[in-house]
């Protein structure tokens, strides 16, 4: 009867042990299939990225009128990540912190954008002279334009004009001009590339040149990352056990289970 007792005391640890090991064995190929699917996105995430910022560096930028009279120029975006920054990267980078003063690290710093504005314009203004005395007049011109959405130009100035026995002399003119221009713009992704959008009312403008660079950081978003979802979990454990034929007794134990978790648990 011991004899038995010890065969079935055997076929069980040998069981725990050969489940155990299945577990445990089913774990790390799960792990394993987890990290590989890992970096496969990876790769394909900087394949990604260094084709769409292949495709800005040769892109142009396009210029339309709206019926509105908005005139709306687009370049594509760059998209560099922060912790893998390459030398030409770095420094173009480094261009926007000494000109916006920005931190070291780049931290909270998500978009840095540049435009170059050229504005060529021809203006009729009105004139008029007053006598200031017998021997001085004084021109005065003034010009005020409201081009809409915030877009105003207001010219204003004056000249001394003096009569002399062989003609006239000129004072040096005083000319006031204030200009309110108002930009829009907006990141747009089209067609998997992400573009930069600049728009004004204001006529006469040519914008030269737009440069756009989304910045990421993959190590600290895959830090980060939470993410509802499965996961499998094994228990093992000795004590006090239920069989099925609703016996008790005692030994080893592993359970394995099936575990959702919520966004708001994951850490």
């Known amino acids: 009867m011991k004899k038995l007792k010890d065969i079935s005391i055997n ?3 040998i069981t725990f042990v050969i489940g155990f090991v299945f ?3 089913f774990l790390q190929q799960c792990n394993r299939n987890a990290s590989l699917k890992q970096k496969v996105d990876t790769i ?5 990225r260094n084709l769409s910022n292949y495709i800005a560096a040769r892109d142009t930028i396009r210029t339309v009128i709206t019926k509105n009279g908005d005139l709306i120029s687009e370049i594509g975006s760059y998209e560099f990540d922060i912790s ?6 770095e420094s173009l980078i480094n261009k926007y912190k000494k000109v916006l003063d920005i931190n070291r690290d780049l931290n909270r710093v998500n978009s840095l954008l540049s435009t170059t504005i050229n504005i060529k314009d021809s203006i009729i203004a009105n004139s008029n002279i007053s006598i200031v005395d017998s021997n001085n007049s004084r021109l005065t011109f003034t010009k005020f334009d409201d081009f809409g959405s915030g877009n105003t130009r207001n010219l204003s100035g004056e000249l001394l004009i003096t009569k002399l026995d062989t003609g006239f002399r000129y004072g040096d003119p005083l000319i006031r001009l204030s200009q309110t221009m108002k930009l829009s713009a ?6 998997g590339l992400t573009q930069l959008k600049i728009s004004t009312r204001y006529p006469g403008i040519t914008i030269s040149d737009i440069e756009n660079i989304n910045l990421i950081n993959n190590k600290l978003n895959q830090r980060n990352k939470k993410k509802a979802g499965w996961s499998i979990g094994v228990g093992v454990g ?5 069989n099925n034929n609703q016996v008790i007794s005692t030994g080893p134990s592993i359970g394995v289970g099936l575990y959702y978790s919520p966004k708001w648990l994951r850490f």
């Open 84 to 89: 893998n920054l390459n030398q030409e990267q």
């Open 23 to 25: 577990a445990l064995l």
């Open 186 to 191: 907006a990141i747009e992704e089209v067609d």
């Open 11 to 13: 076929r069980t640890t």
């Open 44 to 48: 394909t995430r900087d394949s990604e």
């Open 238 to 242: 000795y004590g006090i056990n239920l």
